[in-house]
């Protein structure tokens, strides 16, 4: 989908809403509309014009990256002026905002600034619900980013060993990452060993690699905007019975999610899939987070996999499947793989061996 | 200052707003008030308690990190109707919420969900009103930043060398970084060479480091929460007279606003002091950004050292002095310095040798 498709896209959205313009200040959601990659922006969109409002520091930068907008130069406490001026010039009536990303604070100052201009509205996640449906172009570059992050687990998992202490492990992984040609990590890396993988969003800290217990890597690469994600666990030495058993239910329920992935299933059925059969294993109270979200500009977006979701997916979606089972003091065990919506099913993007046999170090 | 003390400040503030309680659901302001250091929580506080929401993914984490709160595990979905339950116990009436982190959406749920339980009034920036001011401890923290920083640009200017591209020398950095003991990088780190020196803003990318042009390097370090930040300016091979001119003219820019921080001084009379400077050299329009901001937590936090800003430098603030002249096609020069404010004037953190000679590699 070329810029000019997404922006057709918006404008169709903001007519269902009757709106005639609105005001985007979520950078991914200006990034992916106009190209725009700096850290502090707002944008007008409506049928007759584009703006891009930035400050000083960007004027090369956005004259370089952005086409087709109008680039105005301000300064952050003249944004909403500037934007008054030009809601009156475009004679706009009913302008949205993107009550997710803007503050209650700045909310404020829109109204203040627009009071006599135009009326304002609460418009839902708009350019996020484009962007859950990747183009022929994103997709490539997720399978791509996909292949990337797989093979710096692999080479990854050839360093590890009992002794080295998790941040070492995390540092490695990252230069790896580098030398594959990722401008850098999607997150902070979760490198977790032994009790420590039992908290789903551990940091990787000063623990020690030891033999017989799990060790949880969750990581993902940043590449040209888009994001991945991957978790394996493994197991250090010899494999004891509790692993073999909970590691099994977790890839069974995984597979159970992946293979109700298709295009008209509700995110919250495949939520169901992964979390009955954990649950009705007798780890019931070991799986409290979702089961996935969709990944693309931001590592966390639309879709939302869980129980509250009223997402359903779609062709082109990519989300992650991530069960997982956490059991305080002894550790955890969580499989997460990056997956393609299809019509008639889905593709595994990430292919990092998985088998009970693959995560025994 | 301990946490302890952080919670006293914060209730002292409140009582002078007439409110009873505080929804606090900025991450750095529940970090510094909790100990809590998840991606998802949100944070009550009133005279007579303190509770933390997290979700399930923290329970172990935020158990270990956090005293003196009640922690209650929630969905992201059913935080505000856990909130009014506590906001009824806890009989309070007039609760404030952070108006600049709440989202306008989110204020609409916490607004639904207290209906009939208390008013809800817009809170100012009160936890960063706190933070602004560092304690002894926070300071030695800072110092000790600032000099891990200096050190691992020392380290990385020896490396430097034509023809190499600005993300090799990114990637070098922040290796260097991670061997000297950082978790991480404050933000993607800024190397431009020749003309991409006059975008303030640059993220590395493919260029090559090329003799007879200016190399900007702007960076931080990241520790145990806390942040660094700090820019110098070098010259490849034979230097230019004009590098010359406009390297002086910064760097007497900024030693004009070190000399005029102390206590007492307001933050927009200190931009004035640089900004005036390099404008009667003959750079008006070359100066478009900050002259700084203040440091901690967060890259970028109160104090706001810039032309708007109503801030007023006291003791035991920590803000950056960065001013920079910029020129479309030639290039740019910044000068950036961490610097505690102090009673009867202020000391400079980092201390790269910032001469022009220094800058000439």
């Given at each position: 989908m070329a810029r000019s498709e997404r922006l057709k896209n918006l404008l169709v959205l903001l007519e269902r809403l009757r709106l005639d313009g609105l005001f985007i200040s979520s950078l991914p959601n200006i990034r992916y509309i106009s190209g725009f990659t700096g850290s502090w922006a707002a944008c007008l969109v409506s049928p007759r014009r584009?703006?891009?409002?930035?400050?000083?520091?960007?004027?090369?930068?956005?004259?370089?990256?952005?086409?087709?907008?109008?680039?105005?130069?301000?300064?952050?406490?003249?944004?909403?002026?500037?934007?008054?001026?030009?809601?009156?010039?475009?004679?706009?009536?009913?302008?949205?905002?993107?009550?997710h990303a803007l503050s209650y604070a700045s909310y404020q100052l829109l109204k203040r600034a627009l009071k006599g201009v135009c009326s304002i509205h609460a418009a839902p996640p708009l350019v996020e619900k484009i962007r859950m449906v990747k183009s022929r172009e994103e997709i490539?570059?997720?399978?791509?980013?996909?292949?990337?992050?797989?093979?710096?687990?692999?080479?990854?998992?050839?360093?590890?060993?009992?002794?080295?202490?998790?941040?070492?492990?995390?540092?490695?992984?990252?230069?790896?990452?580098?030398?594959?040609?990722?401008?850098?990590?999607?997150?902070?890396?979760?490198?977790?060993?032994?009790?420590?993988?039992?908290?789903?969003?551990?940091?990787?800290?000063?623990?020690?690699?030891?033999?017989?217990?799990?060790?949880?890597?969750?990581?993902?690469?940043?590449?040209?905007?888009?994001?991945?994600?991957?978790?394996?666990?493994?197991?250090?030495?010899?494999?004891?019975r509790r692993y073999r058993g909970v590691y099994e239910v977790v890839l069974e329920a995984q597979q159970l999610a992946v293979q109700a992935i298709k295009a008209g299933v509700a995110a919250s059925v495949v939520d169901f899939c992964a979390r009955d059969y954990i649950s009705s294993r007798g780890f019931q109270h070991c799986f409290g987070h979702s089961l996935g979200h969709g990944l693309g500009m931001e590592v966390h977006e639309a879709p939302r996999l869980n129980r509250d979701s009223d997402d359903i997916l779609d062709e082109g979606m990519v989300c992650t499947v991530e069960p997982g089972i956490y059991i305080p003091g002894w550790g955890g065990v969580r499989i997460e793989d990056m997956v393609l919506v299809e019509r008639d099913g889905c593709s595994v993007l990430t292919a990092s061996p998985k088998g009970i046999e693959d995560s025994l170090l």
């Open positions: 584009r703006i891009l409002f930035i400050d000083s520091r960007y004027q090369l930068q956005a004259e370089r990256e952005v086409e087709g907008f109008r680039i105005l130069t301000v300064t952050s406490s003249g944004l909403f002026s500037a934007l008054c001026v030009h809601a009156r010039t475009l004679r706009l009536r009913e302008l949205g905002f993107e009550a490539l570059r997720l399978k791509k980013l996909a292949h990337m992050t797989d093979a710096v687990l692999s080479q990854c998992r050839g360093h590890v060993s009992a002794g080295m202490t998790e941040r070492e492990l995390g540092a490695l992984l990252e230069s790896i990452a580098r030398d594959a040609g990722a401008d850098g990590i999607a997150f902070p890396s979760i490198v977790a060993s032994g009790s420590n993988s039992a908290m789903p969003h551990y940091r990787s800290g000063g623990g020690r690699l030891r033999n017989g217990s799990p060790l949880l890597i969750d990581f993902g690469l940043a590449q040209g905007g888009y994001n991945s994600d991957l978790t394996r666990t493994f197991h250090l030495g010899r494999v004891t």
